[in-house]
């Protein structure tokens, strides 16, 4: 005799007998043994879930000791043999206080629907080019122009400085030891483009600066990193703290804005490159705040009704704030389909 217990093409559970030397066979299956405490297997971890590729000869091996009581548990539990009723993924126990009135309990998973806000996903940053942008350039306000100290000679009487130089320094404030400063030189104003006002003083970072050392005044320093040569008079500031781990997000409330430099005073800026916008924490923008970039339309002369006609605003990038201040940001460009230039617009591009 052979009883095959087979799995269907979809991963449902179904039974087949097919019954050979039918006297033996008839007489097995008419008179099955009944179940007994003796017939489980020990220690049984419970429930059995249910597997594709699962025949009900494997579910009933998993719970008796001789596969061959099967029959007694199925002809108590009909349902189970139901391909609309057990699936992969169901939940199988077998109850000897109940073995009676067959035993098994099955519990059936259904589908949930769980409802949350979409969420555009952005591909990472580049660790690399977040240091190389916040390193480099910042926002001071005007009346921060002078820093906190400034480097006043070198242990040689150099006047130029490089990487691992020692360096006296004057602070206007105390200091300690292994205090970092960042050395910068300002740029010009940085200005509204549409009003002229002076919006921020852009810096250049030429390198960093750790303190070792003060006696009378006078601070002793080690130039740590260095961009560009340094001088005699290159002002001090607290170094900022670089957050690598800046994470995509969208402003609340709509923004609009302008681009306002482009790094190295170039004309015009790509991907990967760092400009400034007229945006900052005071119009609600904050470290990772994803912005769209757009070029105004062209005039064009309308030959129906003769006269000249602003064409839309073309998308042309997109941009992640890295340092937000006030009312201006430091952005990384992170897509460009056409040359971006100082005063085109900046907005959020999200309906609210």
Request: proline share 7%.
């Amino acid at each position: 005799m052979k009883s095959r217990v087979l799995v269907a093409a979809l991963g449902v559970v179904t039974l087949i007998c097919a019954l050979s030397s039918a006297p033996a066979v008839a007489d097995n299956l008419a008179m099955p043994a009944a179940v007994t405490q003796k017939d489980i297997k020990p220690n049984l971890p419970q429930p059995y879930i249910v597997k594709k590729g699962d025949t009900l000869w494997d579910i009933a091996n998993y719970f008796f000791k001789s596969p061959m009581k099967w029959m007694r548990i199925w002809e108590h539990n009909l349902y189970i043999t139901n391909p609309d009723l057990i699936y992969p993924g169901n939940k199988i126990w077998f109850d000897q206080a109940k073995a009676k009135s067959g035993g098994l309990t099955t519990v059936r998973p259904h589908p949930e629907v769980h409802m949350k806000k979409v969420e555009r996903l952005e591909p990472a940053i580049d660790p690399s080019l977040l240091v190389t942008a916040l390193t480099r350039q910042d926002f001071i306000r005007p009346e921060a122009v002078k820093g906190v100290g400034y480097i006043l000679d070198s242990s040689d009487e150099r006047i130029n400085y490089g990487a691992n130089d020692h360096v006296y320094l004057k602070f206007d404030r105390p200091v300690q030891q292994g205090d970092r400063f960042d050395v910068f030189r300002t740029t010009e104003p940085i200005r509204d483009p549409a009003t002229g006002k002076v919006i921020g003083i852009l810096v250049n970072h030429l390198g960093q600066i750790e303190v070792t050392s003060q006696a009378n005044g006078i601070a002793r320093g080690l130039v740590t990193h260095a961009f560009e040569e340094l001088s005699r008079g290159d002002r001090l500031k607290p170094a900022r703290k670089i957050d690598t781990h800046i994470v995509p997000n969208y402003p609340a409330t709509p923004v609009n804005g302008r681009i306002l430099y482009i790094r190295n005073d170039a004309t015009e800026a790509g991907q990967h490159q760092i400009v400034g916008i007229d945006l900052g924490t005071r119009e609600g923008i904050s470290a990772g705040s994803e912005l769209l970039v757009s070029h105004a339309g062209r005039i064009v002369h309308d030959q129906v009704s003769d006269k000249a006609v602003a064409l839309p605003e073309e998308q042309i990038g997109r941009l992640i704030v890295l340092a937000p201040r006030d009312h201006t940001s430091i952005a990384l460009v992170t897509q460009s389909s056409r040359p971006i230039s100082i005063g085109d617009a900046v907005h959020d591009g999200v309906q609210h």
